[in-house]
């Protein structure tokens, strides 16, 4: 059984099979919309936006939620890879997917990036404090709140016996034990990035496993002809500047491929040449050419299903 809800700023669909029952999904409903409470940036009140205001202040002591998950990106934030949890002054200047959207001055985005360092971030273990240490700094949890949600949901259905489920958080996809076919795997659709949702590009055959896609497609902004998109360079405050469409990550967890995306992006296809990169994870590239780049461990498993794309490699 599915069940659709609206959260995260997307649509979400759910998915269980019996024995379980529409109370499970609604409890990963409930999940979600609290820790959606916990770590939105787009309300005037939730925990991350006690730590901005506070920013240059004081620490903010927080939940182990949200302290799990800070400390976490403010990990793979410092290795410089392109995610960045402290991107948070140029998201909210440009504000691309809002109706104020717009292409800020120069100086403005000059300003912004001088706040922009994740070793400015002062955490504390023991009093589960977070602390911004120069006024205008702020956290945006954006590229990595899904994976972590996704994952939550995840372990909470297996502590409650439900062993076989889909969550399907927008571009994050969590598949949960056997797949439905005889041959118990799964089947899941790439998104076309110039197409409507819901299009593939391709079909990727796998076991349980999580499925994130990132593209250039999910929120604009057009202006005077050029378009920008919401994946941002934390170096030079513009969208990054990428001949990528869509980055696909298979990986164990959904946090993980959620960061791995954003890392994609800003690095292309030289990720796969990262010393930090871990072998299990596996990478779909889609150009703005409609040309895909799938790693070897993907090949035999994706599969091209329309004809305007074709593979970069044999």
């Known amino acids: 059984?599915?069940?659709?809800?609206?959260?995260?700023?997307?649509?979400?669909?759910?998915?269980?099979?019996?024995?379980?029952?529409?109370?499970?999904?609604?409890?990963?409903?409930?999940?979600?919309?609290h820790y959606e409470d916990l770590l939105t940036v787009n309300r005037a009140e939730s925990e991350?936006?006690?730590?901005?205001?506070?920013?240059?202040?004081?620490?903010?002591?927080?939940?182990p939620i949200s302290y799990q998950l800070i400390?976490?990106?403010?990990?793979?934030?410092?290795?410089?890879?392109?995610?960045?949890?402290?991107?948070?002054?140029?998201?909210k200047l440009w504000h691309i997917g809002f109706s104020d959207a717009h292409v800020p001055a120069v100086k403005d985005i000059q300003a912004r990036l001088k706040l922009i360092d994740p070793r400015q971030i002062e955490l504390n273990d023991t009093e589960r404090s977070v602390f911004l240490l120069h006024a205008g700094m702020e956290l945006d949890l954006g590229g990595i709140a899904k994976g972590y949600i996704a994952d939550a949901i995840k372990q909470m259905w297996l502590n409650h016996g439900v062993n076989q489920g889909i969550i399907n958080l927008g571009g994050n996809v969590v598949l949960l034990g056997p797949g439905p076919h005889q041959d118990q795997q799964?089947?899941?659709?790439?998104?076309?990035?110039?197409?409507?949702?819901?299009?593939?590009?391709?079909?990727?055959?796998?076991?349980?496993?999580?499925?994130?896609?990132?593209?250039i497609y999910e929120r604009l902004l057009n202006y005077n002809g050029q378009k920008y998109h919401h994946i941002f360079d934390p170096k030079t405050g513009y969208p990054v500047n990428t001949n990528l469409a869509s980055v696909?990550?298979?990986?164990?967890?959904?946090i993980t491929g959620e960061a791995w995306s954003s890392i994609g992006f800003y690095n292309g296809i030289n990720t796969l040449k990262l010393s930090s990169i871990d072998d299990s994870l596996g990478f779909i590239f889609t150009t703005q050419q409609r040309q895909v780049f799938v790693t070897k461990n993907l090949r035999e498993q994706f599969k091209i299903i329309n004809n305007n794309y074709h593979f970069a490699q044999k």
């Not at 991350?48 to 620490?59: R, S, T, V, Y």
């Not at 799964?186 to 197409?195: E, M, S």
């Not at 696909?248 to 959904?254: F, R």
Request: charged letters at 20%; glycine letters at 8%; a positive charge.
């Open 71 to 91: 400390k976490q990106a403010v990990e793979i934030s410092q290795k410089d890879l392109g995610f960045d949890v402290a991107i948070g002054p140029l998201v």
């Open 186 to 215: 799964w089947k899941v659709g790439i998104q076309d990035p110039f197409d409507v949702r819901n299009k593939p590009l391709g079909v990727l055959i796998t076991k349980a496993c999580s499925v994130v896609t990132s593209g």
């Open 1 to 33: 059984m599915a069940k659709t809800y609206h959260g995260l700023g997307t649509k979400i669909v759910l998915t269980v099979f019996t024995p379980a029952t529409i109370k499970d999904l609604d409890n990963a409903y409930t999940l979600i919309k």
């Open 248 to 254: 696909t990550v298979i990986s164990k967890k959904s």
């Open 48 to 63: 991350i936006m006690d730590i901005n205001h506070a920013a240059g202040n004081h620490a903010v002591k927080v939940s």
